[in-house]
């Protein structure tokens, strides 16, 4: 699933509650989630989405906080668990 395909779904779904863990993140958390889960590096994230370096990493760091994960591996499993991978 894209990154973009995975934040529509999450926003489709979304109905006030959270059902998933993945739905307390706004909308460009969820882009930056997706992207990392999609292996892709905080200079290509910034580059493909005109946000500069620092911005990418609060972003990142936002999401593993409201996420409750610390690695990649714990994101990406949390992703699975969920079907958004």
Avoid: N
């Amino acid at each position: 699933m894209s990154a973009s395909t995975a934040c529509k779904h999450m926003l489709a779904t979304w109905q006030g509650v959270a059902s998933t863990p993945f739905e307390e993140l706004s909308f460009c958390e969820m882009q930056i989630a997706m992207l990392i889960i999609d292996g892709w590096q905080t200079m290509e994230i910034s580059s493909s989405l005109s946000l500069s370096l620092k911005t990418v990493g609060t972003y990142r760091r936002r999401v593993y906080e409201k996420l409750r994960v610390k690695t990649y591996a714990e994101l990406a499993r949390l992703a699975f668990r969920h079907d958004l991978i």
